[in-house]
């Protein structure tokens, strides 16, 4: 679908009411949202104005990313939420480490953020699991979704996940949980060393 035809549908504008608004006809409308006419550049300033949506996303087809970053920026516009703190959480990206995450006063903006999280997490998963084209690597995710599966409520999984994302470099030294974790990494490094990882 369409950026465009999912921001009129998100937004319950009808193609003719955009068309008053860019001063064209309405076919025109339907000629961008086939796929028959691109968007005229002039107009791209204009869409982003109305909407308060980035010219880009209007354009192209859409992820399921995309989509849900398109539906923040319209609860940002209908509930005008207000940041109440910051949290430390660690965000998969180009630098992975901890950053400073608003928490908002209306919770569907916390579930929105939340889904954008996990939508970001799937596809980075996609990506990584598409350069797998070996087997062993393959059966290691397996395994790890098997952990998740059963095992993502035990203290000890969660330390062994942080303690090899220290040892390999994920996350930087100066984040720890605290001497129970610093004791624990240091025997499961003795362990990684003795089989000359």
Not at 27 to 45: E, Y
Not at 55 to 77: D, N, P, R
Not at 135 to 153: M, R
Request: charged share 35%; aromatic share 8%.
């Amino acid at each position: 679908m369409i950026g465009l035809e999912y921001i009129l549908d998100l937004y319950g504008m009808q193609h003719r009411e955009l068309a008053e608004k860019l001063g064209i006809k309405k076919q025109n409308i339907n000629l961008w949202i086939k796929g028959k006419q691109k968007i005229p550049k002039k107009h791209l300033p204009i869409l982003e104005e109305i909407f308060g949506i980035e010219a880009t996303y209007f354009t192209k087809e859409l992820t399921e990313l995309e989509k849900l970053e398109i539906q923040k920026e319209k609860l940002k516009q209908d509930l005008e939420p207000v940041i109440t703190k910051h949290e430390e959480q660690f965000l998969i990206g180009e630098k992975n480490d901890l950053v400073e995450v608003p928490i908002y006063d209306k919770e569907e903006m916390n579930q929105i953020e939340h889904g954008i999280e996990k939508a970001k997490l799937i596809e980075k998963f996609r990506t990584i699991i598409h350069r797998a084209e070996h087997q062993p690597y393959l059966d290691t995710f397996k395994l790890v979704l098997e952990l998740l599966d059963k095992a993502q409520h035990e203290p000890i999984f969660h330390k062994t996940v942080e303690g090899l994302a220290h040892y390999l470099e994920v996350l930087p030294d100066w984040v720890s949980t605290g001497p129970e974790q610093d004791e624990f990494e240091s025997e499961l490094f003795d362990v990684l060393d003795d089989h000359n990882y």
